[in-house]
DNA sequence: CAGTGGTCTAGACCACGGA
DNA sequence: CCGTGGTCTAGACCACTGC
């Protein structure tokens, strides 16, 4: 564990455990270096986390403040930039919840110009998949995915069963590094209805999605419609500091 | 302008006139230390920001990549945290969309426990608001607002029809610090199908916030319920490297 | 193995807030 | 004025990648 780490998550304890309760200021930079017996640099990277965290307030000048409402912050399960970015199978199974997935269509296609566009992408084909999730048995989110077949050779229906993230991880070795995401509100079709088990008028929380490997190249471009139970975003906002 | 920040916004220019294209490497943190006269870790700061900012990849062991798709990146307008946390007033206004602000309701009411635990409260009142906003002519939202008269006092109609956000940080001289949100998508009950001029199925993207100042307090619990044109959130998530 | 980014230090200096 | 956090440096050492 890094040293910033044990700061950082040694302090989130102890906002958790009620040592620093809500709106108390925790001890000064220095005083921490002290404390952890490591550098000032060090403390400002595990405020920076804290901070990013949605844990703690900072003022120049007057020192750095527990926010009102800390309760259960757990640093692994980073909210902050809304949605960890994993397979969502990988995601579910560590919060115990069941995973099935339905493949409703697969194929390789030439990609629409949408697409292609997201992707970044001239020419070639990309797999075009239909997926129904199924969370704790119930139906929760319909997903389109687009991915270059040449970027993600090798793709399986046993695969799209499974996980995706982790055949590229694991198994191309390709590193995934982060995705760029617009969410909306949307309404389903009638497709989408009869495989969510929902009514016509229920509204959907839409998450379309562009996913780079650490090259930089564009992987998979997808959009996630979620049904009210399981579609919930989380995110922290930073006010810009002039 | 700080120097890490000069390093990011002319690697920012760069990429945005091609001289840095789609997938390609960025010179490694020495040669830019050399080239813009800067230490190590102020380099490395500029990388955390482009990256935050979803210009860049980087790897360790191999280097710094441009993303596959970065076209007109702007470094003032940080789509990287969704939606920059000023009044929406002064968000719109930057882009230039006309606003006005319709008040439905204004009243001062004891919380409900709802809003009194989003608040961190234990006694005291709250402003119950109801707020419709209308930009570039078309109604595009209705928000909720509950805020602690003891820290917010003073509010008036005239204050809501313009921006609380900048009452509050000029008027009252506090510091508006950030603010935790819950994204959903939900229908809209009769009063705002007619408030924002829609049929019954129009699905509306919600936006539930806390926001705090930076001292720690929890000054605002709101609903925010968008149209499909207004409400769109960007966000970038970067993947958990262990 | 050479080259990359990542962490960390000790200490200088600056900007801001409050008494 | 002093105490706070914020930026920056020069350089050490580590961890990973790819040849």
């Not at 757990?74 to 115990?96: H, P």
């Not at 209805?193 to 379309?208: D, N, T």
Request: glycine fraction near 6%.
């Amino acid at each position: 564990m890094l040293k910033y780490e044990i700061v950082t998550s040694d302090i989130i304890n102890k906002v958790n455990e009620g040592t620093y309760g809500p709106n108390s200021k925790l001890p000064s930079a220095v005083e921490l270096c002290a404390q952890y017996g490591v550098s000032k640099i060090t403390v400002k990277k595990a405020m920076d986390e804290l901070e990013r965290l949605g844990v703690v307030s900072r003022r120049r000048g007057s020192g750095t403040f527990v926010k009102d409402i800390m309760r259960n912050v757990d640093y692994d399960k980073d909210w902050s930039q809304a949605t960890r970015i994993l397979g969502i199978k990988a995601q579910c199974e560590a919060e115990g919840i069941s995973v099935r997935t339905i493949v409703n269509s697969f194929s390789v296609i030439t990609p629409t110009p949408r697409v292609a566009d997201a992707l970044n992408m001239t020419d070639g084909f990309v797999y075009s998949i239909c997926r129904t999730r199924i969370m704790n048995d119930k139906p929760s989110s319909v997903e389109y995915t687009y991915m270059p077949i040449s970027v993600i050779p090798g793709l399986s229906t046993e695969i799209l069963e499974d996980s995706i993230y982790d055949y590229i991880e694991h198994k191309l070795g390709l590193s995934i590094d982060s995705a760029h995401s617009i969410i909306r509100a949307s309404l389903p079709d009638e497709r989408e209805r009869e495989w969510l088990e929902i009514p016509s008028g229920y509204p959907l929380l839409e998450v379309e999605q562009v996913a780079f490997l650490s090259d930089g190249t564009a992987f998979e471009f997808s959009t996630t419609r979620n049904t009210r139970e399981n579609g919930e975003v989380r995110t922290i906002r930073l006010h810009r500091k002039e």
